[in-house]
């Protein structure tokens, strides 16, 4: 689940292109569709029950984002803390490059 979170914020933060430093907010249909892209992608990684309930993944990593402060509920989906986006995973080159 903790790499579900931390694809998820990186996913957010590329289509939403929020404002640096600014909150942005993140209604569920767009939580809901980034969470299932994650799914087809990372299912092999991934406990069986979040593959089949992106429900149940979703609520997990929303709680868990919400217990690192890096996310709040909000009205339709949760609002994206700006610190957020300095957790977004990123690709570390080879040193063999």
């Not at 809901?32 to 892209?37: A, F, Q, S």
């Not at 994206?80 to 300095?86: E, F, I, Q």
Request: glycine content about 6%; charged content about 20%; cysteine-free.
């Amino acid at each position: 689940m903790n790499q579900a979170a931390l694809l998820l914020i990186s996913e957010l933060i590329d289509v939403l292109d929020p404002v640096p430093g600014n909150a942005v907010h993140v209604d569920m249909t767009t939580l809901e569709n980034t969470l299932t892209g994650l799914v087809a992608t990372h299912s092999r990684n991934w406990r069986g029950e979040y593959v089949r309930d992106v429900t149940a993944l979703r609520r997990d990593v929303t709680a868990l984002l919400v217990r690192l402060g890096l996310a709040r509920p909000h009205d339709d989906g949760l609002l994206l803390a700006a610190p957020a986006a300095r957790y977004r995973p990123t690709i570390a080159e080879s040193p063999h490059s």
